[in-house]
């Protein structure tokens, strides 16, 4: 294929010794889609006095990557309060190479694609004293520059349609994408009428949002007939990349068709459920911000009459399965400048049916909603249970929600997704989660109750 090069840099910025996280400087890039490789070339210098400042002492660069938000970093290894969630990052430490200068690479293959966060700061200062005017400063200049290669013009599978394709002997793989709407419970992509010298020696892989990497989920088509790869709770609103890889030392050439299939979970049925009156009730603040902002709760006081007028939830959108289940939408209420409330229509009381999820959206804005802590609450109403043994589960997914369809259990986890599970029952009536600098898009919430009795 052909690939473009796109070069980004930014304007050095003077590091500081590391005692809060006002300390750090953060720089952001945007990492376009079809990215295949993403260097970062960084940069420090010395100054001293506006010279060069080749006297100053070697004090090493802490620098933190992160996809989606800016990273949580404890140099100071200090504790988070309880049930707080800390997102992981990549980190690397510059050493000195020359007297004045030094520089470091991080590469990252097939990068996600949006925005990408980099934090640097100086070590913890030690706590010299020294006489103004006697004394000239040291000064540590960092300057992070990306270098990104992105493909152009990759070929597009379109659901349902066959595409043709020989690989001559020089061409080691082929690669596609497929894009995959809201309300998709399964994506499913196969190799047909494979031929070639050693029946079918192709690698079938398949990654979501960038191309795949030797770790992605793979199928070896000369162990698989037919070679189909599926990929159920797919993310939605999102490319799908699909590469096909030629065994190596294969001579010949090698000829096959390539499809996807996407399963539509709101096909079967546009009306909502029906309403079953026996469920738990919830209770359910929500609240994100730096300062203990965006929040789910109570709805606002209407202030005309025709905002006592609830909009409509979405009708079909959350799946168990390919069982669609209904989505409520939540207010999104700015507070101020750094905080934010989401309500839920007809709460803050949620019904839990014992047949079905409760379903909630939450969209949080990118760069502006990434740096904050997204905290989410979950109560019971006791006097709601009439005396049985129940437990609400509570999954929050970003991306895609996700709900089990087992009565027995209740899990948060796939082979390629992971959420945070919460609990409540009678006597763990509530339930707290923080996440620190949560990565923007859609979260989802699924409520689920389970009954001890009859396992329903």
């Not at 100086?122 to 990104?148: A, H, M, N, R, T």
Request: aromatic share 10%; charged share 15%; with cysteine.
């Amino acid at each position: 294929g052909l690939f473009v090069t796109d070069y980004f840099t930014r304007t050095p910025r003077k590091l500081s010794p590391f005692r809060s996280f006002a300390s750090i400087e953060l720089f952001h890039f945007h990492i376009p889609e079809d990215t295949v490789i993403a260097v970062w070339n960084l940069i420090t210098f010395k100054e001293q006095g506006g010279t060069f400042g080749d006297q100053c002492p070697d004090r090493s660069i802490t620098v933190y990557f992160r996809s989606g938000a800016p990273s949580v970093i404890n140099p100071l290894h200090t504790h988070f309060p309880r049930d707080t969630a800390v997102p992981g990052s990549f980190a690397l430490t510059l050493t000195w190479t020359l007297p004045n200068r030094t520089t470091g690479v991080f590469n990252v293959t097939s990068p996600l694609p949006g925005d990408w966060f980099l934090a640097a700061h100086l070590p913890k200062d030690e706590g010299k004293i020294s006489v103004k005017g006697l004394y000239e400063e040291c000064q540590y200049l960092f300057q992070p520059q990306l270098i990104v290669q992105r493909l152009v013009n990759i070929a597009v599978l379109y659901p349902g349609h066959l595409t043709e394709q020989s690989m001559a002997p020089h061409n080691r793989s082929c690669l596609y994408k497929v894009f995959v709407p809201s309300y998709t419970s399964r994506v499913l992509v196969e190799v047909l009428r494979c031929r070639g010298a050693e029946g079918c020696p192709l690698w079938l892989r398949v990654r979501a949002k960038a191309p795949p990497l030797h770790n992605s989920t793979t199928l070896d088509c000369r162990e698989h007939t037919p070679c189909r790869l599926a990929q159920d709770l797919p993310f939605w609103q999102h490319w799908y990349y699909v590469l096909v890889e030629k065994h190596p030392g294969v001579p010949g050439t090698v000829s096959f068709q390539v499809t996807v299939q996407l399963t539509d979970c709101s096909r079967p049925s546009l009306a909502r459920p029906p309403f079953l009156p026996s469920s738990a009730s919830m209770n359910m603040p929500h609240s994100f911000g730096s300062a203990g902002g965006l929040a789910l709760g109570d709805s606002p006081p209407p202030t005309s009459p025709n905002d006592t007028k609830h909009p409509v939830p979405i009708p079909v959108t959350s799946h168990a399965g390919e069982r669609c289940w209904p989505v409520r939408p939540t207010l999104r209420n700015e507070l101020d400048t750094f905080s934010v409330h989401f309500y839920i229509f007809f709460g803050p009381n949620v019904s839990v049916p014992p047949d079905r999820p409760a379903v909630f959206v939450i969209n949080l804005l990118p760069v502006l909603d990434s740096g904050g802590v997204l905290n989410l609450e979950l109560r019971l109403n006791v006097s709601s249970l009439c005396g049985e043994n129940v437990t609400v589960f509570g999954c929050l997914n970003h991306e895609v929600p996700l709900t089990s369809s087992d009565n027995t259990s209740v899990t948060c986890e796939t082979e390629s997704l992971a959420g945070f599970l919460l609990s409540v029952n009678a006597t763990a009536s509530l339930s707290r989660l923080r996440i620190p600098y949560p990565q923007t898009g859609s979260w989802y919430l699924s409520l689920r109750s389970l009954c001890a009795t009859e396992h329903g």
